[in-house]
Nanobody
Framework: QVQLVESGGGLVQAGGSLRLSCVASGRTFSNYAVGWFRQAPGKERELVAA????????DYADSVKGRFTISRDSAKNTVYLQMNSLKPEDTAVYYC????????????????WGQGTQVTVSS
C-alpha cells in the first residue's frame, strides 16, 4: 500500500519561507516521479514542481522558478519543497503525488496522492 504523507504547511507572512516534506512508503520508488501540486479555492490543481526519484530531472512552474526548490533524500524516502520569497498568491493546499515513469504536468497522470497540507501566505 503506497502512502504519501505531507507536512510542513502553515501560516507565513509574504517574503517568508516554508519547507514541505513528503514521506513515501509502501514500495520502491526508484522508477517514479514525484510532484508537488497545489490547489487554491476555485482554481484547478496545478503542478508546482516535480522530480524524478533518481534526481536526474526536475521541472518547475514558471510562477515559482527561482523561489522554490524541489529535492529528495532517498535514504529517508522523502521529497522536499523549499519555498522562499512566498507571495499571497502561493496560498493553496499543497499535495504530494507520485507516478511511475517520467515527470508529467498533468495531475490525472499521478496515481498516488497525499492528503494535502495548507499553506497560507499573508500580505
Amino acid at each position: 500500500q503506497v502512502q504519501l504523507v505531507e507536512s510542513g504547511g502553515g501560516l507565513v507572512q509574504a517574503g517568508g519561507s516554508l519547507r514541505l516534506s513528503c514521506v513515501a512508503s509502501g514500495r520502491t520508488f526508484s522508477n517514479y516521479a514525484v510532484g508537488w501540486f497545489r490547489q487554491a479555492p476555485g482554481k484547478e490543481r496545478e503542478l508546482v514542481a516535480a522530480i524524478t526519484w533518481s534526481g536526474g530531472s526536475t521541472d518547475y512552474a514558471d510562477s515559482v522558478k527561482g523561489r522554490f526548490t524541489i529535492s529528495r533524500d532517498s535514504a529517508k524516502n522523502t521529497v522536499y519543497l523549499q519555498m522562499n520569497s512566498l507571495k499571497p498568491e502561493d496560498t493553496a493546499v499543497y499535495y504530494c503525488a507520485a507516478r511511475w515513469g517520467f515527470i508529467s504536468g498533468y495531475h490525472l497522470q499521478y496515481n498516488y496522492w497525499g492528503q494535502g497540507t495548507q499553506v497560507t501566505v499573508s500580505s
